[in-house]
């Protein structure tokens, strides 16, 4: 119960955070255009499994636009896809990963394309890992259970790394690009 009010609590928090924001319409709009295409993405992919764009369009937002804006963009492509893939408490959870993903999108060293394709490789597991600590809150498991659903949970968070790198690699010029025509903010390469 504690780990879900905490979660909660966290969502919260960066709402409130991401109204302080100072945004412009031009970013709110580019904002709102990767969220819908990370939503689409998702549901495209929904069929291969940890294989989707979602997380690289979220990891490009929390490096290259802000990181609270990443987590809010993750939050709203978990909550979202859920209303046609399957909701759940889980639901809860995801939104946490991604939230924990974006969180280092502040580090300088990341707006580097090979950087961050490192980075969203790593993603792909630690979004898998705090998924399955929802699992571990929600159903009273054992810690030798939860390290079991680890283990067993490897090969989906393989692929989700992978594609995640995949996605970076593949998207980060267009990215970059279609943010620079929104505004003068550029990344580097």
């Known amino acids: 119960m504690f780990m879900i009010v905490t979660t909660i609590l966290i969502v919260c928090l960066l709402l409130i955070l991401f109204e302080k924001l100072p945004m412009t319409d031009q970013r709110l709009r580019f ?8 939503i689409v993405g998702r549901l495209l992919f929904s069929s291969l499994p940890n294989i989707q764009p979602a997380t690289a369009l979220i990891l490009l937002l929390a490096v290259f636009v802000h990181p609270i804006v990443g987590a809010i963009a993750g939050m709203l492509v978990v909550v979202l896809t859920s209303l046609f893939l399957g909701s759940g408490p889980f639901v809860l959870f995801q939104a946490l990963a991604y939230a924990t993903i974006a ?3 502040f580090v300088p060293i990341l707006r580097y394309r090979i950087l961050l ?16 600590l929802g699992f571990l809150v929600l159903t009273d498991f054992s810690w030798q259970a939860f390290f079991t659903l680890l283990v067993t949970g490897g090969t989906f968070d393989l692929l989700h790394g992978l594609s995640n790198a995949i ?14 025509s929104f505004d003068e903010k550029k990344g580097t390469e």
Do not use: D, K, Q
Not at 167 to 180: G, K, Q, S, V, Y
């Open 31 to 38: 904002i709102a255009i990767v969220t819908a295409a990370a």
């Open 167 to 180: 996605f970076i690699w593949i998207l980060f010029p267009i990215f970059l690009r279609i943010l620079h």
């Open 117 to 132: 394709t490192g980075y969203a490789f790593f993603a792909g597991f630690l979004y898998g890992w705090v998924s399955n």
């Open 103 to 105: 969180s280092l999108g």
